[in-house]
């Protein structure tokens, strides 16, 4: 399993630094077990296109930049459809629930989410995701690419890997980044929204929440870095590839030191 998930214990006995281990599957949940025996039901608050666009940079790291494209345009295929819904909650106030329905059930293919994404797109920004005005346009070719080496086998170069992954990165996080309001991303707000919504539907009390058999796991070290505000707008606010690679290396090694 891909995502083995760690966290601090928060049954044991405060100030112990305890690990708990658990899988993130496609629910909102993660279930987390110490060597203790401690339970604790976690909610996901890390989005997904930040957690697959680590997996895409870690790859990188090991060299597999199939795999790492891979990754990373599973990741904006996601951040499309979480953009949809943010803009559909924030702006016209429809519920999540409508929203997952719609946009994980009934009309979830990549096209019919580009066309809901471009029109959401258009709302915000008054232009087109590929407009060549837009400071980061995503253009067609890196789908095309992506295309050829997935669907028709036709291998790539490292460097044209590279330069695809980069111009979705910096595409998502200026999206990310400047539709937002008081510094706090949109996007990250109406992820945010999903664990009151989540304590709700499974009827959790306050009391769980205060026993701490409920809780709630947010990344926020990810290379994608949401909880951090970066100033898309000026020249060197958003990191290098390289900066990206530095950030997951660091990662792995709080990673590797927490799991000592
Ligand atoms: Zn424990």
């Known amino acids: ?66 795999e790492a494209f891979g990754w990373i345009y599973t990741s904006l295929e996601i951040f499309r459809k979480e953009f949809v819904k943010t803009v559909l909650n924030i702006n016209h106030d429809i519920k999540p629930s409508i929203l997952d329905n719609t946009y994980d059930k009934v009309f979830k293919s990549s096209e019919r989410i580009y066309g809901a994404y471009s029109a959401a797109f258009l709302m915000i920004f008054g232009k087109n995701p590929e407009d060549k005005t837009f400071p980061y346009p995503l253009p067609q070719e ?15 170069e490292v460097e044209s890997i590279k330069i695809d992954c980069y111009k979705i990165y910096s595409h998502m996080r200026y999206v990310y980044g400047k539709f937002s309001k008081s510094g706090i991303s949109h996007m990250q707000m109406y992820t945010s929204e999903g664990y ?37 707008d000026s020249t060197d606010g958003l990191p290098s590839f390289e900066e990206l690679i530095e950030k997951e290396l660091s990662l792995r090694l709080h990673k590797h030191l927490f799991n000592q």
């Open 196 to 232: 009151s919504q989540w304590c709700a539907d499974n009827h959790f009390t306050d009391e769980d929440v205060m026993s701490r058999k409920v809780t709630i796991y947010n990344h926020s070290l990810s290379s994608f870095q949401p909880n951090v505000g970066i100033d898309v």
């Open 142 to 156: 890196v789908a095309s690419h992506r295309n050829k080496l997935f669907h028709a086998g036709e291998l790539q």
């Open 1 to 66: 399993m891909d995502f083995n998930i760690r966290a601090n214990c928060e049954q044991c006995s405060q100030g112990t630094f305890m690990s708990a281990q658990g899988f993130l599957d496609n629910s909102d949940t993660i279930n987390l077990k110490c060597p203790n025996g401690h339970e604790t039901t976690a909610f996901n608050a890390a989005p997904r296109y930040a957690l697959y666009f680590d997996k895409g940079i870690s790859s990188f790291i090991d060299e597999n930049y199939y």
